[in-house]
């Protein structure tokens, strides 16, 4: 999965702590998406977004998560207050086109996060 | 309610032979089909993408087939071998640009 960088690889907090996942796109995508996969489940779309613009958070809970993709930098997806729940691997994709396009999405190895 | 299911969590198969995967959907209308690979601690990879006036795509020893009438695509890997161990996994895109994914199927191929 050259190209899409996610760090950390692996990230352990503390309930009630802040966890903030770092994603860059491959050179020249301007679209980003975080997925979520649960054990033994599939992935979740959570956040599509272009720079500076969130264009659907449909999958996103309402509370305590939020995303963003500045004009410069990695996307960041950030985790507030963080429960046992949380536990999950967090998978960021970009993709060159967007909107409905056929462009498929490439993944980066994603952030493996463990709530004590 | 929607749904995407992928016929076995688990399916086994002699090298040399061909595998067959199926992903079936339920109250979606995929302008596309997508396959991904998936290996252990590791993001999916992309393999192919089919649209929903394509009937079939092939890329060397993989097809796929899409009916959307039965609203099943079929993954097909021809003389598998054990590097093709992995999960396997189908997602649907509408009209937006997120993917739906289904859980997987998880292929051994056996030397």
Redesign the interface.
């Known amino acids: 999965n050259a190209g899409v960088m996610q760090n950390p690889r692996h990230l352990v907090r503390r309930r009630g702590q802040e966890a903030r996942l770092r994603c860059s796109p491959m050179k020249g995508h301007s679209h980003v998406y975080w997925y979520r996969q649960l054990p033994e489940e599939g992935l979740k779309f959570m956040v599509y977004l272009q720079k500076e613009n969130i264009i659907d958070e449909s999958g996103m809970p309402k509370e305590r998560f939020s995303a963003e993709f500045p004009k410069e930098g990695p996307s960041i997806l950030r985790i507030q207050q963080v429960v046992r729940g949380d536990s999950a691997a967090y998978f960021c994709a970009s993709s060159e086109g967007g909107g409905a396009s056929n462009q498929p999405q490439h993944f980066g190895d994603g952030t493996r996060l463990s709530i004590l | 309610s929607q749904k995407?299911e992928q016929n076995s969590e688990a399916l086994n198969i002699q090298e040399g032979k061909t595998a067959t995967l199926t992903c079936n959907y339920t109250n979606y209308s995929p302008?596309?089909l997508?396959w991904?690979r998936q290996d252990p601690?590791?993001?999916?990879?992309?393999l192919l993408?089919i649209?929903e006036n394509e009937k079939e795509k092939r890329k060397e020893r993989l097809k796929v087939t899409f009916d959307t009438t039965l609203k099943q695509s079929l993954f097909h890997i021809t003389a598998s071998q054990p590097a093709d161990s992995a999960t396997y996994?189908c997602?649907l895109?509408t009209?937006?640009?997120?993917?739906?994914?289904?859980?997987?199927t998880r292929l051994t191929v056996i030397p």
Request: charged share 10%; no cysteine.
């Open positions: 995407i302008a596309y997508q991904y601690g590791r993001g999916p990879v992309f993408l649209r996994l997602a895109q009209g937006a640009n997120n993917l739906f994914f289904g859980t997987g």
